[in-house]
């Protein structure tokens, strides 16, 4: 199974997966049925333009204008993130 994203592909966080702040410890976390992966600010960068509507393409475009950062660079690094999060269940595609 390929979990690569392709530019219009929708990414979307799956039932039961969510963004939760973490006050005890501080920052985000994403929870998901019975596990948890702290996020960094990249990650929470990220996962707060994950809505189902947004394309891939449309949410490293904005990324890229946000951090004033090079497409391609943006987009191999989200990608990278992305897909592990699939590997993992955390994340998956709009129909």
């Known amino acids: 199974m390929n979990l690569t ?7 979307v966080l799956p039932r039961g997966v969510r963004l939760h702040e973490d006050r005890v410890r501080g920052g985000m976390v994403l929870l998901g049925p019975e596990k948890a992966v702290a996020l960094d600010a990249i ?39 992305l897909v592990g999060l699939r590997a993992r269940m955390f994340l998956d595609v709009a129909p």
């Open 43 to 81: 990650g929470t960068a990220i996962l707060s333009r994950v809505d189902g509507e947004t394309s891939f393409a449309g949410l490293v475009h904005d990324l890229s204008v946000t951090y004033n950062a090079p497409i391609p660079q943006i987009e191999g690094d989200v990608q990278t993130f």
């Open 5 to 11: 994203l392709t530019a219009t592909d929708r990414p």
